[in-house]
């Protein structure tokens, strides 16, 4: 079955860094693109980056261009968000995401079937 399994969240000082992993199984990630949202306490979901499926390529919130990295690891069906130069506003809970649908990937909650079970990433002095 499709599963998403998130890990690396944890606590850190501002202007650290995190590695985030979400560990997919069930599919090949050529043909899914995935995504990495973040809810904070009474916030809504937002889309944080996405990386395609057949291509590879990326889309990033202007809130963290610079900052953060998707990347993937077709060997391990794993995808990552390296996370550096933190802030205090990046604290939330951290979800990846699997999108079946052909075409480039969207940081639109909407478009994602699967979803794993987030990972707390907590940014404070």
């Known amino acids: 079955q499709v599963q998403l399994v998130e890990s690396g969240g944890g606590l850190v000082q501002p202007g650290g860094s995190l590695r985030l992993s979400c560990a997919a199984s069930?599919?090949?990630?050529?043909?899914?693109?995935i995504g990495w949202f973040r809810q904070a306490p009474g916030k809504e979901r937002e889309g944080v980056s996405c990386?395609?499926?057949?291509?590879?390529?990326?889309d990033y919130a202007d809130s963290v261009k610079g900052r953060f990295t998707i990347s993937k690891d077709n060997a391990k069906n794993t995808v990552y968000l390296q996370m550096n130069s933190l802030k205090p506003e990046d604290t939330a809970v951290y979800y990846c995401?699997?999108?079946?649908?052909?075409?480039?990937?969207?940081?639109?909650?909407?478009?994602?079937?699967?979803w794993g079970q987030g990972t707390q990433v907590n940014v404070s002095s």
């Open positions: 995401a699997a999108d079946s649908h052909w075409g480039p990937c969207k940081r639109d909650k909407l478009s994602y079937d699967y």
């Open positions: 069930g599919f090949t990630l050529y043909w899914y693109a």
């Open positions: 990386i395609s499926g057949n291509d590879g390529s990326t």
